[in-house]
């Protein structure tokens, strides 16, 4: 009885029943006068016809514009009212405009050392163009002389954290999609108090999903009693807005501007393998050094600043010089650290992705938890796979939600007949976001192969050339691989056939997936 009544009456249900009755308040009234006024109905249909013929013409992704069209043409009212509500929201755009704001003020401690950068792709010049795109569209440099550490499992990654943790005498950064209350926080916890007492300056930031069911309310307020400074992004409130639909989903974590970690290891038990939810959580991760930590600790900085008016202090979190590298990080090449905001029009993530594919000489190799593809991405992979790419793709054979699971498998005919091999991971879940190509380029971060990854949340990566830690990324995909089935066309022809229905009917609604 008492699970039952927190089931009906807890913070998730209640939150969700208050969106449910705002959406039939909202388009309710449209479609009741939609039905009985002529002239309300020809009205709708002439801005149908507006909204059609906009976005047949607008440079918006296919499928996007596809979804827009069933709906707008199968239930005008409905769909031209939520297309309304979406596209004007001010909140937005004050966000978008904020973040150009606070980019232009970084834009002094991000200025890339050009000339260094050419004379190391002296013998690789089609590389020069996408640290150029990076920089100029990404608005992040590329760094020479990299130095980076790569953790196969999140397990890896914590045990360095914490030893990172512990050798804080400055400043601590933490910005997580996901902090949940176990083992991997609760050890993370203690440090942050201790190094708050210390002297230590200690900030935590953690997305708004977070607050449905995860975190209490007042856990802000809880850090801020122990010295932690500590902020939510967009917390989860119960009113309809398209903003709520922008997740912070970077892992970043920045120590005295000396290392930063990334990749796709949230603060919660289960990426450590310590509760089992979805057989073994096989996560990745890299730690950073060097001059490129100031790329990590700025996209930090950038969305602590999003609702602040005030101008931070960047220079006293900047760090000059490559000194006091970690003995165990891999150093040469190039990196380049980068962030993707969905409050702009470049997507950074996936054009990177789809680089590293269309200019592959020998193989592209892929680690992702989604699988949910626009035309774009699907053309590129079967294309190289068709002149000859080996194209490798690992995904999970647990999944950790059944209807993206369903999703995945409709692309999966497709690709394997274009080409591509597909895998999946027997012992669990595979939560890692990590390409790998001809033995020369890694992308590690948290840039899932999904709409929402690609479109809709914040993001962050690290692109890196020429590294020995490429092998370190590239050997790990093969022992994965070793623990994978891969999956024919017979596999997915004798898949179950109601998943398969319901896959394909929720392809309409990929784009917000």
């Not at 499928?63 to 297309?83: C, D, E, R």
Request: charged share 25%; hydrophobic share 40%; aromatic share 12%.
């Amino acid at each position: 009885m008492k699970g039952l009544w927190k089931l009906l009456f807890g913070r998730t249900t209640m939150f969700v029943l208050l969106l449910l009755i705002q959406a039939f308040a909202l388009f309710g009234g449209f479609i009741v006068l939609g039905s009985k006024v002529i002239a309300i109905n020809y009205g709708v249909g002439f801005v149908s016809v507006l909204l059609l013929v906009y976005l047949l013409n607008s440079r918006a992704d296919a499928n996007f514009k596809l979804m827009w069209v069933i709906l707008i043409a199968s239930v005008p009212v409905f769909g031209v009212t939520l297309y309304l509500y979406t596209r004007i929201q001010p909140g937005t755009a004050t966000l978008g405009s904020r973040i150009h704001q606070l980019l232009d003020e970084q834009r002094v401690y991000l200025a890339p050392a050009r000339h260094a950068i050419e004379t190391e792709l002296v013998d690789a010049r089609q590389e020069y163009g996408i640290f150029k795109y990076i920089y100029e569209e990404g608005h992040y440099p590329s760094y020479e002389n990299a130095a980076v550490k790569y953790f196969p499992q999140g397990e890896d990654k914590f045990a360095e954290m914490v030893r990172q943790l512990e050798r804080a005498e400055k400043f601590i950064f933490l910005e997580y999609f996901i902090i949940d209350k176990g083992i991997m926080w609760d050890a993370v916890l203690e440090i942050l108090k201790r190094k708050a007492k210390q002297g230590v300056e200690v900030r935590l930031m953690y997305d708004g999903t977070c607050t449905l069911s995860l975190l209490p309310r007042s856990f802000p307020k809880d850090m801020q009693k122990l010295g932690i400074q500590c902020k939510v992004f967009s917390p989860m409130t119960p009113f309809l807005s398209t903003h709520q639909n922008n997740r912070d989903h970077r892992k970043i974590l920045v120590i005295d501007g000396r290392v930063a970690f990334t990749g796709g290891v949230n603060l919660a038990d289960e990426y450590i393998n310590r509760r089992v939810r979805f057989g073994h959580w096989k996560d990745t991760a890299i730690m950073v050094g060097g001059r490129a930590v100031d790329s990590f600790t700025l996209m930090f900085l950038q969305m602590w600043n999003i609702d602040e008016t005030r101008r931070e202090e960047y220079h006293r979190y900047i760090i000059a010089g490559d000194g006091n590298i970690d003995p165990g990080m891999k150093r040469g090449g190039l990196i380049a650290p980068y962030g993707d905001s969905p409050l702009d029009s470049e997507e950074v993530g996936e054009k990177v992705y789809l680089d590293i594919i269309n200019r592959a000489e020998k193989y592209v190799h892929i680690m992702t938890p989604y699988l949910i593809l626009d035309e774009t991405m699907i053309h590129s992979l079967t294309f190289a796979a068709q002149r000859g790419i080996e194209v490798k793709i690992i995904l999970p054979h647990v999944p950790d939600k059944k209807y993206a699971y369903w999703l995945a498998r409709t692309y999966y005919e497709e690709l394997i007949s274009g080409g591509v091999k597909i895998y999946e991971y027997t012992p669990g879940f595979v939560h890692a976001k990590v390409f790998t190509s001809d033995d020369r380029k890694a992308v590690v971060g948290t840039i899932n192969m999904d709409y929402r990854s690609l479109y809709l949340h914040f993001e962050c990566a690290a692109y890196i050339y020429s590294n020995p830690v490429v092998d370190d990324v590239e050997r790990d995909f093969q022992e994965t691989l070793e623990k994978c089935q891969r999956i024919t066309l017979q596999n997915c022809r004798n898949y179950n056939l109601a998943a398969r229905a319901a896959g394909r009917a929720l392809r309409i609604v990929a784009p917000l997936m």
